[in-house]
């Protein structure tokens, strides 16, 4: 697809858009993992649930690129429960809300106005290198 990947000490590098942008998987480990989203909004929330045991690595990834697209991104959780001093927003937003759902089980599914990406802190870097991949054109 005409996109040189370059290993580094951890992960790997892609030069795109101007920027180089950080992997921790190559693409053809992710081919097998399906992800369905739209952003026809420019307004973001990367959600979480401040209870849950949530590492934000892959959020801020997501974020660094979506950044880079121009779009406005916003952390907040998915209820008030532990929650720092960010918004609180569910899935009856009328901005995209990107949820990141703690669980035994890799998935990603969206409902209502949710984009939710359910699994482990590793099944999290794993779709979030997968939609980032999708967002700058490297894969479909």
Same mark, same amino acid.
């Given at each position: 697809?005409?996109?040189? &990947? ?10 795109? !858009? ?14 097998? &993992? ?8 420019? !307004? ?30 916003? !952390?907040?959780?998915?209820?008030? @429960? @532990? ?8 899935? @009856? ?36 290198? !997968? ?6 054109? &490297?894969?479909?």
């Amino acid at each position: 697809n005409g996109f040189e &990947i370059f290993k580094m000490d951890k992960g790997y590098a892609v030069y795109v !858009k101007n920027n180089y942008f950080y992997f921790d998987n190559l693409p053809q480990n992710l081919e097998n &993992i399906t992800t369905h989203f739209t952003l026809d909004t420019r !307004k973001v929330y990367l959600v979480y649930n401040a209870s849950e045991d949530f590492n934000d690595y892959p959020l801020r990834k997501l974020g660094t690129v979506l950044t880079s697209l121009n779009f406005l991104i916003y !952390k907040a959780c998915i209820d008030e @429960n @532990n929650c720092p001093d960010i918004p609180v927003v569910n899935c @009856n937003q009328t901005e995209k809300v990107i949820y990141f759902k703690v669980s035994n089980t890799l998935n990603s599914y969206t409902r209502d106005n949710c984009i939710i990406l359910e699994g482990s802190n590793t099944d999290h870097v794993k779709l979030v290198d !997968k939609i980032n991949y999708v967002l700058l054109g &490297i894969m479909k």
